[in-house]
């Protein structure tokens, strides 16, 4: 039977997972660049420390409206866009910044990741005219494969890796891109690496004079902060997955409490009782609670089991639902809840199974939340020719149009204090992007809200 100890020591547990989950998202806060969320409107919605006194907080105290116009502008394609982040360069007030436009088209506002360039844009363009002072790599090679030229960069970082030098000819695969380059008279990008390092290099033919200059930066830091970034994502993604499991716990432990109740009261009655009968009923009794604790244990070990897999493979959307309803069962009373599976045949996608149960355990928490715990709950899964969803619907309160607009940022919740992070549903999204799949959320105040995931499928790859 648990004691005062064992509970004492899971509340330090839970207490330890919320601080660490709490320490993961600080980085959009603690990031030294701009970070602003802009609504489709033009409303700041959010900005952070490194932004709060540059141009991007203070659009509307520019003096020149047309730039405004124009921010604007890229701001409506990047969501009527087809979801990718549009990059572009702005110049504010005599300062270049490069701006990285993310489109949440569904929420209906955009992120904006601003890096203030003008001293290095002034810089670039120095030295553009004099090669052999270009902190960067140029090399130039003619139209047979042999360098003519090379700064001294070049020499020091990208010929030095391939073995080569002015007057040798390039390996094999570098003449296949100078000849493609020559051949199409268009500029070519690729990023190589070479050693350790990263090198993004610009390949621009001069036909008339049947030769490429092709121009390299060293990327190896800017790549190495992407998948910094990305790390960090899945950390976050982990923490809440972990706090998700330390809520499981808590309510398994209750769980466990009684049936063990049961055991210990009828084993100290057997003790003293001498009528057969009554001791064969007693045991029996305490078979069954003992099955239930078994029961207790095996969702607890699958859930765990569950946190620590990664990696994508072939899951059944049904058995996502199942799974999802048998750990809510564990947080959430669902004994009032008619809970109505509406499957199809074969409704498989290629995914995480751990997240993606993450995900519809959220949708089922926040279901079962909204109906204070007494209403109707449908889990439904589709298939057609080209994609494959899962939904999952109530009919508790719904939310109005203003509240669908901020589920998603982090630290939004419409829950009591102590009740919710706000991380949920922004890990949620996540998850989501992580999978190339489409969220949809629809919902009526007073009426209920359904959360539909859409995942493309290849056909001929599920045959």
């Known amino acids: 039977m648990p004691n005062k100890?064992?509970?004492?020591?899971?509340?330090?547990?839970?207490?330890?997972?919320n601080k660490k989950l709490e320490e993961a998202v600080k980085f959009p806060q603690a990031n030294p660049h701009y970070v602003v969320q802009v609504s489709s409107e033009g409303e700041i919605l959010f900005a952070n420390k490194a932004s709060e006194n540059s141009i991007f907080s203070k659009l509307d105290s520019l003096r020149d409206r047309n730039k405004i116009i124009d921010f604007l502008k890229t701001m409506k394609a990047a969501l009527e866009g087809d979801g990718r982040p549009i990059s572009k360069t702005l110049i504010f007030e005599g300062c270049v910044y490069n701006a990285t436009f993310v489109p949440f088209?569904?929420?209906?506002?955009?992120?904006?990741?601003?890096?203030?360039?003008?001293?290095?844009?002034?810089?670039?363009?120095n030295l553009a005219r004099f090669p052999e002072e270009?902190?960067?790599?140029?090399?130039?090679?003619?139209?047979e494969g042999t360098v003519i030229f090379a700064n001294a960069p070049a020499k020091k970082q990208i010929l030095l890796e391939l073995n080569c030098g002015v007057g040798r000819k390039v390996p094999k695969a570098l003449q296949k891109t100078i000849n493609e380059c020559l051949k199409s008279n268009r500029y070519i990008d690729i990023?190589?690496?070479?050693?350790?390092?990263?090198?993004?290099?610009?390949?621009?033919?001069?036909?008339?004079?049947?030769?490429?200059?092709?121009?390299?930066?060293?990327?190896?830091?800017?790549?190495?902060?992407?998948?910094?970034?990305?790390?960090?994502?899945?950390?976050?993604i982990q923490a809440?997955?972990?706090?998700?499991?330390?809520?499981?716990?808590?309510?398994?432990?209750?769980?466990?409490?009684?049936?063990?109740?049961?055991?210990m009261a009828l084993s100290e009655s057997i003790v003293d009782d001498d009528d057969l009968p009554r001791i064969q009923g007693d045991a029996h009794e305490i078979v069954e609670?003992?099955?239930?604790?078994?029961?207790?244990?095996?969702?607890?070990?699958?859930?765990?089991?569950?946190?620590?897999?990664?990696?994508?493979s072939s899951i059944n959307l049904n058995d996502i639902a199942d799974k999802s309803m048998e750990i809510s069962k564990h947080t959430r009373n669902l004994s009032s809840i008619e809970v109505v599976k509406q499957y199809t045949d074969e409704a498989v996608v290629i995914g995480s199974s751990s997240e993606l149960t993450q995900v519809i355990t959220n949708f089922v928490n926040n279901a079962v939340d909204a109906m204070n715990d007494e209403g109707k709950l449908l889990l439904i899964t589709k298939r057609s020719e080209n994609k494959c969803s899962i939904s999952v619907k109530d009919n508790g309160s719904g939310m109005d149009e203003d509240t669908q607009k901020k589920i998603f940022d982090p630290f939004f919740t419409t829950k009591e204090p102590g009740k919710g992070t706000g991380l949920g549903l922004h890990v949620v999204r996540k998850i989501i992007e992580k999978h190339k799949a489409k969220l949809e959320v629809k919902s009526k105040l007073g009426e209920g809200t359904t959360f539909t995931i859409i995942f493309?499928?290849?056909?001929?790859?599920s045959n």
């Open 5 to 17: 100890s064992s509970d004492k020591k899971l509340k330090l547990q839970l207490k330890e997972i």
């Open 105 to 125: 088209s569904e929420e209906g506002y955009v992120i904006i990741y601003g890096v203030d360039i003008t001293e290095s844009q002034k810089e670039i363009e």
């Open 134 to 143: 270009n902190p960067h790599s140029v090399i130039r090679i003619n139209d």
């Open 191 to 236: 990023d190589h690496t070479l050693g350790e390092r990263i090198y993004a290099c610009t390949f621009v033919p001069i036909k008339e004079h049947s030769y490429v200059n092709i121009y390299g930066v060293d990327i190896t830091e800017k790549i190495n902060a992407q998948n910094e970034a990305e790390k960090t994502n899945q950390e976050l």
């Open 240 to 263: 809440e997955k972990m706090a998700s499991l330390g809520v499981v716990i808590s309510g398994i432990a209750h769980e466990i409490r009684n049936p063990l109740q049961v055991i």
């Open 289 to 312: 609670a003992s099955k239930r604790i078994s029961e207790i244990v095996n969702d607890l070990s699958t859930h765990a089991r569950d946190a620590r897999t990664t990696g994508n």
């Open 456 to 461: 493309p499928t290849d056909k001929k790859k």
